[in-house]
């Protein structure tokens, strides 16, 4: 597709239940992160990815939280035993290989955990 | 942590009105961009400001950047209802890749 695609758009769950979020980047794009979004606030960085490189994961809050890459396409975010602190938007992004570039953005996936 | 920090967190004007929303950061930065969302979902670019460069302007928008003060300004001109949104300053630090780390956002609402 032309741009960053996420699946599911909404997800209920119940707590304690896993979630597995997916993200299809922008062909060619190299760099690709995960944001966590909480009602009414700003952008929390979870994980970034750069091509071949060991992504940076300074900012998954637990252990519960993981993500994976394949080489420069898709990526899953996973949450395990999901606690209702993690209800949220989940937004991903990718950007070209290039200095001085934006992000490209998807809609993101609304996580209700109940 | 988070980066960039917003002020003010909202701002409510009337259309034709200038809305000016003002970014500081902690860390030395290669570029800082601004985007907008609307409704809690995608993020879109607006603009983006070298490290090296003062001011840039796009269309309505005029963006500073003062790094001796580690601040940047966003500046929308004539406003219009279409403009209400919540807007976003991104950096990324000097050092190591493209990560881009988020502020805490502006909330504008453009009344008719």
């Known amino acids: 597709g032309a741009g960053v695609s996420q699946s599911p758009s909404n997800k209920v769950t119940e707590k304690g239940k896993d979630v597995e979020l997916r993200c299809d980047p922008i062909?060619?794009?190299?760099?690709l992160y995960w944001y966590r979004q909480r009602l009414g606030q700003g952008l929390e960085f979870l994980i970034y990815f750069q091509g071949n490189s060991a992504p940076d994961k300074s900012g998954l809050p637990s252990d519960r939280f993981s993500a994976e890459r394949t080489g420069e396409s898709v990526s899953t975010l996973t949450i395990q035993r999901t606690q209702q602190e993690d209800s949220a938007v989940y937004l991903c992004?990718?950007?070209?290989?290039?200095?001085?570039?934006?992000?490209?953005f998807g809609q993101g996936t609304r996580l209700t955990v109940v | 942590s988070q980066q960039g920090e917003e002020d003010p967190q909202a701002l409510s004007i009337q259309e034709g009105e200038n809305a000016t929303m003002n970014c500081s950061y902690k860390t030395s930065i290669n570029n800082l961009q601004w985007y907008r969302q609307n409704s809690g979902r995608g993020l879109v670019h607006l603009i983006l400001?070298?490290?090296?460069?003062r001011e840039k302007h796009s269309g309505r928008l005029r963006v500073t950047l003062d790094t001796s003060k580690k601040s940047s300004s966003l500046l929308i001109t004539a406003s219009r209802a279409a403009d209400t949104a919540s807007y976003f300053c991104?950096?990324?630090?000097?050092?190591?890749?493209?990560?881009?780390?988020f502020g805490t956002g502006t909330r504008l609402l453009v009344s008719p």
């Open positions: 400001i070298r490290s090296n460069e």
């Open positions: 062909s060619g794009h190299t760099a």
């Open positions: 991104a950096t990324d630090a000097e050092t190591g890749f493209q990560k881009l780390v």
């Open positions: 992004a990718s950007s070209p290989p290039l200095d001085l570039t934006e992000a490209f």
